[in-house]
Every structure is written in C-alpha cells, then in structure tokens.
C-alpha cells in the first residue's frame, strides 16, 4: 500500500481491512485491559518474545497497533508507538535515547511545555540540555559533545514560526552520529515527511492537527528505520523494542484505544483539513498585514517572511494554518481577544474551530525575558490557530474585534 497511493488514499485506507475485523470499516476499539491465552506455555513465550500477542494495553493493544502501523506508513518508518500525549511521546524518546550524564541539543524556540521538560525536568535527572537557535544550523555543530545523544527541532518554531532547515540540521547530526528527532505536530505528514530531510525519529502531539477536533489527547513517535542504532540484540528494531519495553511501558505512557478510534476518524481527514487551514491562514495572514492597527504578523506563507523560501522548499508550498500577531501592547490584545466572536480563547492549535492565545499571560507564563524572546513571546502578540471556517467569517471576526481598538 505504501508505494502505490497518494497520501489522501493512505490517509483513508491505510491499514483498515474489514476482513480482519468482522467486516467493520471503521477501527475496532479494542477496550480490553488484559488479553487472555489458553496455556501456561503459550502466555510464557509471549512474555519471552518468543511469540507475537498482546499482554496487557499499557504496553500493547490491537487497536493502537492499527494507528501505530498507519502513522508509519505515513511517515514511511520502521514502525511507531502511539502514546498517552506528545509530552508522553517526548519523555519517552529522549528517555530512551538518554541517560544520567548524557547531553541534548534542542533549538530555543519549540513549545514551552518541551523546553521546560528539557531545561528543567530532565536535568533533575541528570541529562544536560544545550538551547541553541534553530533557523542558524552551524549553531548545532558547534554544541555537540561527545555525550550528545540527540538533537530536537520542530518544523515551525511555535509560537516563533521560526523555520528550521532541516536538512542542513540533519547533515549536522549523520556527521556526528546523533539521531535527529523532529516534532512535525506544525506540520503533520501532508506538509512533510522529515524523513525525506533526514530527520531519523518523528514526534507528533496528535492532540492538534492529526485529530484534527480537540476531542482526545495523544502522541506518536515514528522511527523512520535510517539510523544504526548499534545494537546487535535488537538491529533496526532496537530503539522502538527498547523504548516499549522500557521507558513507555514503566512510565505507563500508553494511549486509551478510544482515543485511538477519534484520532484514527480525525486522521482520515488530514488532507482536507490541511489544505483549508492552510489557505485560511494565508488569507487571514495577507488581511492581517494590511491593517493600520497590526504592528507585525509572523508567518511563513508571507513572501516578505524571513522563513518564507525555506517553508516553501521544504512543506511542499504551504505554510500551515499557526500565525502570530502584534498589536501595540497587552492591553489591546486582551480588547481584541476578547471582542472576538467566532474565535475561541484556549490553550490548544491545529482544532478544526479557530482558536486564539495571548501567549505571554498564558502558555509562556513561566519562562524569564530571555526565553520569552527566544520563543519570540512578547506582551503584544497574539497566536492563532486559523481554523476551517469559512474564511470571510473568520476575516469578519478579527476585523470586527479590531474595530474594538
Ligand atoms: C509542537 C508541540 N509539540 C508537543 C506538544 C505537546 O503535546 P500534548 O499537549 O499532546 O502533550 C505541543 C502542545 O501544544 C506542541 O504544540
């Protein structure tokens, strides 16, 4: 299936066969906590690996297999382990990849909840994390160490809508021998396929846009199978094996398989989705640009835009539907924000509804001046998540909440 149809079939059929499964063409939710064998001798060798089966779903379970193999058939990987959340998709990576006295490098502009894991979770653990600006490659050749054990970048910086140039990043890690891990949550596989860049583990909080509906949280994490993990026990399989023996399984990160079912349904759309959110936020962006009250919009899709060429280059002409906004202080944020209609405050991106923050009172609460500017966070800006409404009434709502100032 892999190599003969476009992703919008894949994203539709990709391992869903009725046949197997009583004839239903929807994903079986398998909400069975345990799985029962019919001999001492058949669950033991299970327990041994010396034959497939399912044990109990914190590790294992028939429908998360589904979406694990469909999300790697996406990504053209190796295989995939789908969990809990993003975070639970991220802790269980560099976990895995890492220990006490190990070493990261990740670029100083990713999601906050992922810098503070790194600037302040695990270096209780003892794993050493170095910031450095992720659209400056040279900047990862410089840091690394010989304790380095990954480099972390996402596709577009949120809220910074910073772009990285992932293949020069890429470069950079093959050279060292480091696994380059790429959070493609921005982007999803109908903008790009890391891979295809060099990318060798892709993260997705399938929470946003693979979902697509804001009904259930969840993670992926995709071993793209083009890194030699030296190890003679497990070969190609050996960070995943590792990984769901070890980490994800005692940190008890696994995804509810009803979750799975939504984020299955969710998935089925990506394509559709995509393409109106990612038109919607360009013509949203293009009105934002023009209006004498706007101080600055950051997003790619502007060809004035920093980041404008590499986004184009690398996300096959689309820029995804995050952008951000400046107005002339916090104050006319709050007005704004709270004059909109149709736009819903929250913390969450990538939901089919348009959904705004104020970034610095809120998600970025918690970090100091200089990681706000890293993250390009300042108390004029304003993020959207642009929806799939029709795009006259979500143009209609920002103007009408900028009428408000
Ligand atoms: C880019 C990115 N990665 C990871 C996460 C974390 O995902 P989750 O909320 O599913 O744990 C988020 C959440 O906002 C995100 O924006």
Same mark, same amino acid.
């Given at each position: 299936?892999?190599? !003969?149809?476009?992703?919008?079939?894949?994203?539709?059929?990709?391992? *869903?066969?009725?046949?197997?499964?009583?004839?239903?063409?929807?994903?079986?939710?398998?909400?069975?906590?345990?799985?029962?064998?019919?001999?001492?001798?058949?669950?033991?060798? &299970?327990?041994?690996?010396?034959?497939?089966?399912?044990?109990?779903?914190?590790?294992?379970?028939?429908?998360?297999?589904?979406?694990? !193999?469909?999300?790697? %058939?996406?990504?053209?990987?190796?295989?995939?382990?789908?969990?809990?959340?993003?975070?639970?998709?991220?802790?269980?990576?560099?976990?895995?990849?890492?220990?006490?006295?190990?070493?990261?490098?990740?670029?100083?502009?990713?999601?906050?909840?992922?810098?503070?894991? =790194?600037?302040?979770?695990?270096?209780?653990?003892?794993?050493?994390?170095?910031?450095?600006?992720?659209?400056?490659? !040279?900047?990862?050749?410089?840091?690394?160490?010989? *304790?380095?054990?990954?480099?972390?970048?996402?596709?577009?910086?949120?809220?910074?809508?910073? &772009?990285?140039?992932?293949?020069?990043?890429?470069?950079?890690? !093959?050279?060292?021998?480091?696994?380059? &891990?790429?959070?493609?949550?921005?982007?999803?596989?109908?903008?790009?396929?890391?891979?295809?860049?060099?990318?060798?583990?892709?993260?997705?909080?399938?929470?946003?846009?693979?979902?697509?509906?804001?009904?259930?949280?969840?993670?992926?994490?995709?071993?793209?199978?083009?890194?030699?993990?030296?190890? +003679?026990? #497990?070969?190609?399989?050996?960070?995943?094996?590792? *990984?769901?023996?070890? %980490?994800?399984? +005692?940190?008890?990160?696994?995804?509810?398989?009803?979750?799975?079912?939504?984020?299955?349904?969710?998935?089925?759309?990506?394509?559709?989705?995509?393409?109106?959110?990612?038109?919607?936020?360009?013509?949203?962006?293009?009105?934002?640009?023009?209006?004498?009250?706007?101080?600055? %919009? *950051?997003?790619?899709?502007?060809?004035?835009?920093? =980041?404008?060429?590499?986004?184009?280059?690398?996300?096959?002409?689309?820029?995804?539907?995050?952008?951000?906004?400046?107005?002339?202080?916090?104050?006319?944020?709050?007005?704004?924000?709270?004059?909109?209609?149709?736009? #819903?405050?929250?913390?969450?991106?990538?939901?089919?509804?348009?959904?705004?923050?104020?970034?610095?009172?809120?998600?970025? %609460?918690?970090?100091?001046?200089?990681?706000?500017?890293?993250?390009?966070?300042?108390?004029?800006?304003?993020? &959207?998540?642009?929806?799939?409404? #029709?795009?006259?009434?979500?143009?209609?709502?920002?103007?009408?909440?900028?009428?408000?100032?």
């Amino acid at each position: 299936m892999k190599k !003969k149809y476009h992703i919008d079939t894949l994203l539709v059929h990709a391992e *869903n066969d009725p046949d197997k499964n009583r004839r239903s063409t929807t994903m079986p939710i398998y909400q069975s906590t345990a799985f029962k064998y019919n001999s001492c001798k058949e669950i033991s060798k &299970v327990f041994n690996g010396e034959a497939p089966g399912n044990i109990y779903t914190r590790i294992s379970n028939p429908t998360l297999e589904i979406l694990e !193999k469909k999300l790697a %058939v996406l990504e053209d990987g190796l295989g995939s382990i789908v969990t809990a959340s993003g975070m639970a998709a991220i802790t269980a990576t560099i976990l895995t990849l890492a220990k006490n006295g190990d070493h990261i490098v990740a670029g100083n502009s990713i999601f906050g909840g992922t810098y503070a894991f =790194f600037d302040k979770t695990i270096r209780e653990f003892g794993i050493e994390t170095t910031f450095v600006d992720p659209s400056d490659a !040279k900047q990862f050749e410089n840091v690394v160490k010989k *304790n380095t054990k990954a480099i972390f970048i996402e596709t577009i910086g949120n809220p910074k809508m910073d &772009v990285p140039d992932i293949a020069a990043i890429a470069k950079i890690a !093959k050279k060292h021998g480091v696994p380059l &891990v790429v959070d493609s949550t921005i982007t999803t596989p109908y903008l790009v396929r890391p891979k295809d860049l060099g990318a060798n583990i892709v993260i997705h909080s399938t929470s946003k846009f693979i979902n697509g509906h804001g009904n259930s949280i969840g993670g992926a994490i995709i071993d793209c199978g083009n890194f030699d993990w030296k190890d +003679d026990k #497990y070969g190609a399989l050996s960070f995943l094996i590792k *990984n769901r023996k070890a %980490v994800f399984r +005692d940190f008890g990160a696994c995804l509810s398989p009803n979750a799975a079912f939504l984020t299955d349904i969710g998935l089925e759309t990506l394509s559709l989705r995509m393409e109106r959110h990612c038109s919607n936020a360009l013509a949203l962006a293009k009105f934002l640009v023009k209006h004498p009250k706007v101080k600055e %919009v *950051n997003f790619p899709g502007l060809v004035k835009n920093k =980041f404008n060429a590499i986004a184009k280059k690398q996300f096959d002409g689309k820029f995804g539907s995050l952008l951000t906004f400046r107005l002339k202080d916090k104050k006319e944020c709050f007005k704004v924000i709270d004059s909109l209609k149709l736009a #819903y405050n929250l913390a969450n991106l990538g939901d089919a509804k348009t959904l705004v923050i104020h970034p610095a009172s809120t998600i970025c %609460v918690e970090f100091n001046d200089r990681e706000r500017s890293n993250m390009g966070v300042t108390d004029d800006l304003i993020r &959207v998540s642009v929806g799939i409404e #029709y795009v006259d009434d979500i143009i209609g709502d920002f103007e009408q909440a900028l009428d408000s100032i």
